[in-house]
């Protein structure tokens, strides 16, 4: 469990995080989004204890950061893939956290082809590794203590598909065992596939938070099939208001609805999605402007401030 109470960090006159506050809870992934300077790694550094808050309080566990026992153990942070010590083996870089916090050296082995570093990328110096490889063994680093916590900043980066696609298992499996994973990215379908929760931070504040389908739902479906005669059809006849968007039909119910009705009209689908326009929108005005006020779970607020959900 991690809870975030109106954390607020001050450079100077320059404010990156305001009055933040969320909880990302056992059995969840929550998805922290804004773009690029919102203030994302800074709440994450101030929940590790790395930059100390302006105001507020972070706990892992209960208890701050730095207070934790044996911190690898409770909860496993990777914040910057591309600090790690260049001149060690993936191999040697892991015996030596392994060592530091008491761990079992055969979990260094585990670990490794656990995050796909097989023996010759193991052997190989971290200075000759893949921004991708080194998300991998940060990973692996994160994974090493065995804990119930997992903390990282932008850990799909450098990631092709695949390595995201086995990421994002990887994550959600941790959760469905009890874990609590948070992560940051500045890119909403990125986080979708795998956040339960999302927690939307632009300009230092958050401007919306909640559960990801209530996030998403009520803006429509996007659907799409071979038979898009046939699928636009269906709809009509049940009843359903029906636009063209630019990669599909907007259908103007929920995906469990739509699914229901192409799958009575014997319709295969090819694609089937929640629409997500108010928060595509509000990501895309986020990345153009300033932020507006902190706004209550389930909401979405403009940047201008005026509540659109
Ligand atoms: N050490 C620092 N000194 C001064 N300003 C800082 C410092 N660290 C961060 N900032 C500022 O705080 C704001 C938030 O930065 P932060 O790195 O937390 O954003 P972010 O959401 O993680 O962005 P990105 O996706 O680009 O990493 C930015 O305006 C940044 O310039």
């Known amino acids: 469990m991690i809870a975030v109470q109106q954390l607020t960090k001050r450079y100077g006159r320059h404010t990156a995080?305001?009055?933040?506050?969320?909880?990302?809870?056992?059995?969840?992934?929550?998805?922290?989004?804004?773009?690029?300077?919102?203030?994302?790694?800074?709440?994450m550094r101030m929940i590790c204890g790395l930059t100390p808050p302006t105001a507020g309080t972070a706990t892992v566990d209960g208890r701050p950061y730095r207070q934790l026992p044996n911190p690898g153990r409770t909860v496993g942070v990777l914040l910057d893939a591309s600090a790690q010590h260049a001149g060690r083996t993936g191999r040697e870089a892991l015996a030596v956290a392994a060592a530091t916090m008491g761990v079992d050296r055969r979990r260094v082995g585990e670990l490794l082809d656990r995050v796909g570093l097989g023996p010759t990328a193991a052997r190989r110096r971290v200075r000759a590794y893949s921004l991708g490889m080194r998300q991998r063994l940060g990973l692996a680093h994160a994974l090493?203590?065995?804990?119930?916590?997992?903390?990282?900043?932008?850990?799909?980066?450098?990631?092709?598909?695949?390595?995201?696609?086995?990421?994002?298992?990887?994550?959600?499996?941790?959760?469905?065992?009890?874990?609590?994973?948070?992560?940051?990215?500045?890119?909403?379908?990125?986080?979708?596939?795998?956040?339960?929760?999302?927690?939307?931070?632009?300009?230092?504040?958050?401007?919306?938070?909640?559960?990801?389908?209530?996030?998403?739902?009520?803006?429509?479906?996007?659907?799409?099939?071979?038979?898009?005669?046939?699928?636009?059809?269906?709809?009509?006849?049940?009843?359903?208001?029906?636009?063209?968007?630019?990669?599909?039909?907007?259908?103007?119910?929920?995906?469990?609805?739509?699914?229901?009705?192409?799958?009575?009209?014997?319709?295969a689908l090819t694609e089937l999605r929640p629409a997500g326009g108010g928060l595509e929108q509000l990501f895309l005005t986020l990345t153009a402007t300033a932020p507006g006020p902190v706004v209550p779970a389930t909401t979405i607020a403009e940047p201008t401030g005026e509540v659109v959900r």
Do not use: Y
């Not at 995080?17 to 804004?34: A, I, K, M």
């Not at 300009?203 to 046939?230: H, P, S, T, Y």
């Open 17 to 43: 995080v305001e009055d933040v506050s969320f909880h990302c809870e056992p059995g969840t992934v929550t998805g922290f989004l804004g773009p690029n300077g919102a203030g994302k790694s800074t709440t």
């Open 144 to 267: 090493l203590g065995d804990p119930r916590v997992l903390i990282l900043d932008e850990p799909a980066n450098g990631l092709d598909p695949e390595g995201i696609f086995w990421m994002r298992g990887l994550l959600r499996d941790f959760a469905d065992r009890g874990g609590t994973v948070l992560l940051s990215s500045h890119l909403l379908r990125e986080v979708e596939a795998v956040a339960d929760r999302l927690v939307v931070i632009g300009g230092g504040r958050i401007v919306a938070q909640g559960d990801k389908d209530e996030l998403l739902a009520g803006d429509g479906a996007v659907v799409r099939a071979r038979d898009g005669a046939a699928l636009r059809a269906a709809m009509h006849r049940a009843g359903l208001t029906v636009s063209e968007g630019s990669d599909g039909l907007l259908v103007g119910a929920d995906t469990e609805t739509v699914g229901q009705v192409a799958l009575a009209a014997g319709v």
